[in-house]
């Protein structure tokens, strides 16, 4: 049994066989306050297969002179990218600014949680020109198509996923991925995906306003994660442009049920809009990147969040574990 005492901010979580924990609380954004619940309550289950193997996956590294390396599609100075010949081509050969490597029945991937683009939140509160090297060129904030997340910053993370190797379809009661995970996936530049929730009151509608310029922001633990597009796999990355998000068949990442994420259209559907897709954002078909028919999630539009999100309301697989 637990008790909760929520205390402004702060967030007491006691157990019997525990003690107290104490949390910070984050009203802002994506349910955090349950999820830290969850995290506490799920301590003391079965332990992250992937934890304490595995390269480092860098330093840490401060917002003000975190700077780019390899040009637009390397990594932030400091960040590795590691991925072992034992993972498979659509993973090693597409997957970046993360370590991945196998431990038995899992695909391990440890990330920094940092984005290898511009956005205003290297600096505090959308002021621009603080980090010249990672903020130039973006659009202004004009507090319409473009507002600030409140103060929140990007920060360095220690997420750790151990994702199924062989994703199985769930005949049971679906897991949802509205609450109790930190991440519920990684993009392919090693970035947090959350789910279609957003602060009490606001859709994600509404705050799809607070994305950077490439559709990424953090919460006020400082995560960064993308619900929706991924300007970085597009075929349009110019900063200043609000169209075209995800408009190919690139892979975008996985899911914490093992199964691929893609963008608007399908390669198994001969490069057209991906169709017969269940509610899940899913469908089996081949891709590209999977020879045999194989299930898979598409950006598509989500009738909770109202607008196009990576993943619906419910993995359609078993999940692993994450931790951060
Ligand atoms: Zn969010
Ligand atoms: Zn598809």
């Known amino acids: ?124 509160n959308g002021t621009v020109g603080t980090n010249a090297a990672l903020d130039a060129g973006l659009p202004t904030l004009d507090g319409t198509t473009y507002t600030a997340a409140g103060t929140n910053r990007i920060g360095s993370q220690n997420f750790v996923y151990a994702i199924p190797k062989n994703p199985t379809r769930n005949t049971g009661s679906l897991t949802g991925t509205q609450g109790g995970l930190s991440s519920i996936g990684i993009t392919r530049n090693g970035v947090a995906i959350f789910n279609n929730a957003a602060a009490p009151g606001d859709t994600l509608a ?7 310029a490439f559709g990424a922001h953090p919460n006020d633990q400082s995560i960064t ?20 998000y995800n408009d190919d068949t690139n892979l975008i990442g996985i899911a914490l049920d093992g199964y691929a994420i893609y963008g608007i259209r399908c390669s198994g559907q001969g490069n057209a809009t991906a169709s017969g897709l269940d509610t899940l954002h899913g469908h089996t078909t081949t891709t590209t990147d999977f020879a045999t028919a194989t299930y898979h999630y598409h950006f598509v539009l989500d009738s909770t969040a109202t607008i196009k999100t990576l993943m619906g309301s419910y993995f359609y697989g078993k999940i692993g574990q994450v931790s951060n």
């Open 225 to 244: 994660h993308h619900h929706a597009w991924v300007k970085k796999f597009s075929t349009d990355q110019s900063a200043t442009s609000t169209t075209s």
């Open 1 to 124: 049994m637990k008790v909760l005492l929520k205390l402004g901010a702060l967030v007491m979580v006691c157990s019997f066989l525990s003690g107290c924990s104490l949390f910070q609380s984050d009203d802002d954004d994506d349910n955090t306050t349950l999820m830290l619940l969850l995290l506490a309550a799920s301590q003391s289950s079965t332990s992250n297969p992937c934890s304490g193997s595995g390269a480092s996956t860098g330093s840490t590294i401060s917002n003000t002179t975190a700077t780019l390396t390899g040009g637009t599609n390397g990594c932030l100075n400091g960040v590795t990218t590691s991925m072992d010949s034992a993972l498979p081509s659509w993973i090693k050969n597409n997957f970046t600014c993360s370590v991945g490597y196998v431990v038995g029945d899992y695909y391990c991937f440890k990330s920094k949680n940092l984005p290898n683009h511009a956005s205003y939140y290297w600096t505090r």
């Open 206 to 212: 509404t705050e799809a306003t607070t994305f950077d």
